[in-house]
Structure formats: structure tokens, C-alpha cells
């Protein structure tokens, strides 16, 4: 799959950010909505040392790389959103995560060495929308990680904030009815328009993403449209009312009042 890659600068560590906006990436907002934000800027001028940008088109996946035991870099995502993705081979899918900015990717190649290869023959990612992402280069996060306590103390408290928020999804895909988890995903995948909140996702698509079926969340989707929560023009679902889809989401408003 297609991916635009920016040459790294060849900037000296303490130059490294200042690189990076030279270069027209946002590095400032998406470090100040990471659990980066709060380290010395020493410390992120190292980890960005030898940085690359990559940027993938909406509509694609993250492309593996042709070697099973290399895994995707480091990376801090700087604008767009991925979707982590668990599919079986009988064509079921399940979210395991989004993925916006701020939020860090490639964890596993730097923590997860012994981590079966197996495990992650169904774990696909999907570009959600267009994604820049700056990775970092495997050799100094990790010197960052052995060297730098502050460092290690941010990435275990993001680490078990990503464990807590997937005990929550667990919770509701087992828990909250139907028409929660697609109001979820619509306020998940909504993109602004001028000034509506647009979804281009099909039915199918979203009973793929909540785990149901088609037939079941196009009947949602019709009951939300009659209680005019949303309206939907061809395959695009416009977000009308996105209070009451939040609540929806949270389990409560099951009657769509």
C-alpha cells in the first residue's frame, strides 16, 4: 500500500524539532496532546533525532513490512486516524482501537520482542482519514527508554491508560445494546464539513465495526434518522443531533429521547 515518506534531515539532536516544523509538521500540537508533553525538551529532541514522516492516504491500511519479525517503528501521530482492527479469516472484524493525534504507534516492535508472532496475523490497521505520522528511530527510543526514567514512567502510565480504555471497549461490546456502539463509532469516525459532522462509512461497514450484521445496524440507523439524530445522503451519514448520540454512546437515552 502507497505511503509518502520525508526524508529525514540530517539535524543535530538539538535541532531535531526545530526540524521537524521546518518541514511543516504540527509537531508542537500533537506533542502537546501526547503523553510526551510533559518531558524536558532535551529529551524529545533526542527521540526525534533522525525522525521520518510518513504520510498515508485515507481509505488504505498501514502496510506490513515483508520481513514477519520487523515491526512498524515508533511513532507519534501528528494529524488523522487509524483504526486498529482484528479480523478473522472468516471475514469477522472487531476495534480494537482508534488511533488520532497525540497517540503513540509502534509499541510493539520496541516492547513486545518476545510477543508470539502469531498473535498478530489478523491485527491490521486501517487510515481512517489522510495520517501523518512521525516515527522515531527504533535505536534511540530505546536508548531514550533504558536511559531516561522520566521517559519509562510516561510510557508506563500511557500503556496502562490504553489498558484501561480497552477493559472499557471490552465492557461495551459486550454490554451496551446495538444502537450504543454504532452512536460510539459514528462520533469515532465523524469528520468535519463546513459545519456538519460527516461519516463515510456504509451500513456494512459499521456492523463490521461494532460486531453485528448489516440488517441489524441499518435498522438502527433508520430509527436514529426517524428521531433525527442523523440523516443519510447515499453511502454518508450526517451527525444531526451529536448531544443525544453521546448520550446514546454512554448507554443512557436507549428510546432515543
Known sequence: MPNENLSPASAAPEDALEDLRRRGVDIDS????????GLAPAVLN?????????QYP????VPRTPEPDVFQPPGLLVEGLLRVVRRHASGREVTARYVQAGDIVGLLGVLGED?????DAWLTTDVIHDTVVVEFNPAAFRAELNDE???GR???RYIFGL????QDALGGSLLLPVRARVAGHLLDLAERRGHELVVDASAQRLAAAVGSVR???SRVLREMEACGLLRRSGGEVVLVDTAALHRLASGEGGGYS
Open 30 to 37: 500533537a506533542l502537546a496532546e501526547s503523553c510526551l508533553r
Open 46 to 54: 533526542r527521540l526525534c533525532a533522525g525522525a521520518e514522516v510518513v
Open 58 to 61: 485515507g481509505g488504505t491500511e
Open 115 to 119: 510477543r508470539p508472532l502469531a498473535l
Open 149 to 151: 526514567a522520566a521517559f
Open 154 to 156: 510516561t510510557l508506563c
Open 163 to 166: 489498558l484501561l480504555a480497552a
Open 215 to 217: 440488517e441489524v445496524v
